[in-house]
Nanobody, 120 residues
Framework: VQLVESGGGLVQAGGSLRLSCLVS????????MGWYRQAPGKQRELVAV???????SYLGSVEGRFTISRDNAKKTVYLQMDSLKPEDTAVYYC???????????????WGQGTQVTVSS
């Protein structure tokens, strides 16, 4: 199982980016998925999470600007980021609870991270 992120980059303040996280490899099912971020010198923080049924939750500072969604058929989770601010600059990581096989059960997996830089 691998979580493969894409969509990061450099954008001006007020702009938009969409991150994607593909759950690749062989697995039985994938469940709650989330996006974290880590800015230089700061701890990693949870930005948004979406349950298996599609219910989202957000960090207060991104509420109303970011939208998390999932396409189960495409095995992909998205993070649409609008009205970006310089303080959103960070490495963004995809995290997911995935059942690779019945014997392994549910385990946490992480993507490699994608850089998002917002210039002022």
């Amino acid at each position: 199982v691998q979580l493969v992120e894409s969509g990061g980059g450099l954008v001006q303040a007020g702009g938009s980016l969409r991150l994607s996280c593909l759950v690749s490899g062989s697995f039985v099912s994938f469940h709650t998925m989330g996006w974290y971020r880590q800015a230089p010198g700061k701890q990693r923080e949870l930005v948004a999470v979406i349950t298996t049924s599609g219910h989202p939750s957000y960090l207060g500072s991104v509420e109303g600007r970011f939208t998390i969604s999932r396409d189960n058929a495409k095995k992909t989770v998205y993070l649409q980021m609008d009205s970006l601010k310089p303080e959103d600059t960070a490495v963004y990581y995809c995290n997911g609870r995935v059942m690779a096989t019945i014997s392994t059960g549910l385990r946490d997996y992480w993507g490699q991270g994608t850089q998002v830089t917002v210039s002022s």
